[in-house]
């Protein structure tokens, strides 16, 4: 099957899956669209989730947009992100690997409709960015108007690799943006390479919507130095097809939905004004900018813009990080470091996808548990704050499972430890939000800390309290038979043995089963013995 | 409104409330009853879960009980615990207080329905324990039959004092049972002192069926000294109705279903053959077991029996001990330790309801935290192994909101510490299953361990990333005019303030809802400057 020519032909695949709302009444940018879609990661389960599509979208003044927004519609729930790569949601990982092994390059073609609608000069002064719907994140709470899905297409100026990254930007003026760029990301080493060599402005595109492939590798952290695209092309099975801008030395997807053509300057540098809302789950505070002016704009006839919903986890944003962060660690732990006994990494959501992570294993040797806490908090600086080491049996994504394995498989003198010098990536624990920034990143002299537990079993243990698998499942049968609800199983859901059970003790449990209670309960009274 | 004269009053009420399901089809005690209601606990949400009446029961025999069998009708749920009690869930903990403070003394009436029907001598030897339908909790597992709902009534041989308690006791004979008591149980006590005074039994009865009031005093914590019975007269708002017992010197209440009267030997004691099934959620081995002699059995006509699902938590059994040590707790943080600021305790059930404890609190003062820590790991030293403070924001019950907490409002280093002097309480973590008992239960030198982990904030914080509460509340007005799926919201599912929210980022926040992003937007770029 051809991967999503654009995302038109995507929102047709998840209308089909019934993943997609349309919403067809009026619904505000600042104060209504936001908030509608946030209530499905506050107030449903995760399978319940869908993108939206809002159709009728206005403003707080009463005026109404042509241009309808998605959101949702990248990681509103893993199926969601699965149907973005055409796989099934336990071949996410695989179609990871595949990419990240067999790259496709992109083509370059020589037009697309993206050119369709071009916006340059007195338009783009009077209308530019006015044309778009950009909703309000946080309503109430954020002071500047903030765009989530911002893709920028940027290129290492000596080299000229491509690179994507998404960077949250706001918008200041109709034909003006400012983009808030870490010290460690790819885009930012690419301005600061064209600053070095003297250019006045590293030449960019902001791409809001086009097909899935491309936005995800957009927000993954690929090596710098490696095209996204692509990887890109290597999720979709396909090159994906670019155009040259009208404006600036950058290709973009020739069906992207909206283009934003622009420069950012080498040399001049501002705050924004507001806070904004972090994956933390709390706001963030003003950070300096880099300001990217707008030289033109391209979209298609009737353009799509995307919106991606991010802040308190669990979010989309948090999804993606997820999916790419378990991915990593997975890789990292069991091919980087050899820890073959590696089944799996999960990365807690409600922590941002970032600080509370439990690695599943089937243990060979006792200190591979401990192997694996220290590789896995070494790996990234900024990454991890609970790191926990979990048997086989035990569900790393459900929190009851994994408590169960914190409470009756480790003794906390024994099995955890602290560790220091971690970065602490916008956490607000770090410092008071009045320390200087140093502080907050890095709280004096040792920086953070991340506790490392090891509840894997250290010995053989009794087998699990609950009826053996075969009587459960004859059980489900009559529950089933019953009419009784539903039933959505957890782990465990029935006995099992975990090394310490004698031959004795499965004899007595065949004959209780059996109704031989008295020949049972008359043997043990025979071996009564005087007090 | 009158308490429930009988459990026939009871499951009337429950099934009005549709909290209980009749089951007619033949289910066989051995391998299917027990399995079928354990699915309600691995397989619903809380607030699914129901009582069973199996009306048809039958062993793998073939042989068809006359009795039915009543299982999860004492605290299948926090709802159906509150229907024992007469009020609503929220309610449960001042009925509690109310009974501590107002016990009201039981009365002894002539004669009641429980003697109905009397089995003794050549019938008691012949049929006995036969007549009624015990069912294996854990199939596959379990090596010796053992009975759940086994509240056995015992008095202070010095005093006379009455006692209940619950305890788990095996069929052996149809007129011999053996019962495990652990060594600071009261019954224990009891048996202790008659064995002191010489006597060559403790008489006893055990009640498997009767008013849910007695039922609960029976597994609750009740200082030893206080008679169980007035604490139930406290918690039906009115006296319990007892008779004499046929063959021992105890009363039991008149309105029970079956009585089982017997004498606890004072010179001999066994062992039970098999393992069984444990809180922990794995099986336990085999322990010392005192001897019952079965003297008389009385029942009312057509008698319900009645089953406690127990073990792997969430469990009938953790629910019920949930409830009280949550009570316990709060009590003793709050009132006899003085920490006012302590708003709720949260026993995890994942935990036994015993290893897995969150305070929730709202500080007035930095110490207070590490109080309540410090106060709720040395109330008794069998509980606890993860205590955990959190703010008054935080969902105690919910692991995902814990997990927040801990993640954004801890730094390991600075936060958590480890206690030793723990004992055991049959976590397999202590020792390996093979080691001596005393290992088991305290390894040498300083016992197990605790982590106390202080999750509340150390500083203010900037508001939560979520839309204000008026912008989630106009759109979950729109979400159900668009008729999507029922929400079920979870805290927090909108933004608040956390102390650092300063006016400036307020009136930013204001400007961004009125859509005046342009004039915000040029008053920071006129700030930009030179990099």
């Avoid at 699965?82 to 949601?89: E, V």
Wanted: aromatic share 10%; with cysteine; hydrophobic share 35%.
């Amino acid at each position: 099957m051809a991967y999503y020519k654009d995302i038109r032909e995507y929102i047709k695949a998840l209308e089909e899956r019934e993943l997609l709302w349309r919403i067809k009444t009026a619904v505000k940018k600042e104060t209504e669209l936001s908030p509608m879609v946030r209530w499905q990661f506050r107030g449903l389960t995760e399978d319940q989730r869908r993108a939206f599509l809002f159709e009728n979208v206005i403003d707080s003044k009463g005026h109404k947009y042509d241009v309808p927004v998605l959101v949702g519609a990248l990681a509103g729930s893993k199926k969601i992100y699965a149907t973005g790569l055409q796989c099934k949601p336990e071949e996410i990982q695989k179609k990871w690997d595949q990419a990240q092994h067999k790259p496709i390059p992109p083509k370059l073609v020589k037009d697309g409709p993206v050119h369709e609608v071009i916006m340059m000069g007195k338009e783009l002064k009077e209308e530019g960015l006015d044309r778009f719907p950009f909703a309000v994140d946080i309503p109430g709470f954020e002071g500047i108007l903030r765009t989530t899905s911002s893709h920028f297409f940027s290129k290492d100026p000596e080299t000229g690799v491509g690179n994507i990254g998404c960077y949250s930007s706001y918008v200041i003026a109709r034909d003006r943006m400012a983009i808030g760029i870490g010290p460690v990301m790819h885009m930012r080493t690419n301005w600061q390479k064209a600053k070095e060599m003297g250019l006045p402005f590293l030449p960019a595109a902001l791409v809001p919507s086009m097909v899935p492939a491309v936005c995800y590798t957009s927000v993954a952290r690929i090596p710098y130095g490696t095209d996204e695209l692509e990887i890109s092309g290597g999720l979709a099975g396909e090159p994906i097809e670019m155009v040259k801008c009208k404006t600036v030395d950058i290709e973009v997807p020739a069906t992207a939905e909206i283009v934003i053509e622009g420069k950012v300057s080498t040399s001049m540098e501002m705050n924004n004004t507001g806070a904004f809302g972090e994956y933390t789950g709390y706001m963030a505070e003003p950070i300096p900018c880099l300001i990217f002016d707008i030289t033109c704009i391209t979209h298609r006839r009737n353009p799509i813009l995307m919106n991606i919903i991010s802040q308190m986890p669990p979010s989309e944003s948090s999804k993606i990080r997820q999916l790419a962060y378990e991915g990593v660690w997975y890789n990292f732990l069991k091919r980087d470091c050899g820890i073959n006994s590696v089944l799996d990494v999960a990365f807690h959501e409600i922590s941002g996808s970032c600080y509370y992570c439990v690695i599943q294993m089937k243990k060979r040797h006792p200190a591979e548990a401990w192997q694996a806490l220290n590789a896995a908090v070494a790996h990234a600086s900024f990454v991890g704050k609970f790191f926990i080491t979990v048997d086989e049996d035990i569900d790393p994504r459900d929190p009851e499972s994994v408590n169960w394995a914190l409470c009756f498989r480790t003794q906390p003198h024994l099995d955890t430890r602290i560790t220091m010098g971690k970065t602490a990536s916008l956490d607000p624990s770090a410092a008071p939000p009045t320390a200087p920034w140093s502080e907050k990143n890095y709280p004096s002299p040792r920086g953070c800390s991340a506790l490392l537990i090891d509840a894997t079993r250290k010995w053989d243990y009794p087998s699990v309290s609950l009826p053996k698998r075969e009587y459960m499942e004859r059980a489900r049968e009559l529950w089933e038979a019953e009419g009784l609800p539903a039933l959505k199983p957890r782990v465990p859901w029935f006995g099992y043995k975990l090394g310490h059970w004698p031959k004795e003790y499965e004899e007595a449990a065949e004959s209780v089963i059996k109704g031989e209670i008295y020949q049972l309960g008359e043997r043990v009274y025979q071996q009564r013995r005087q007090i």
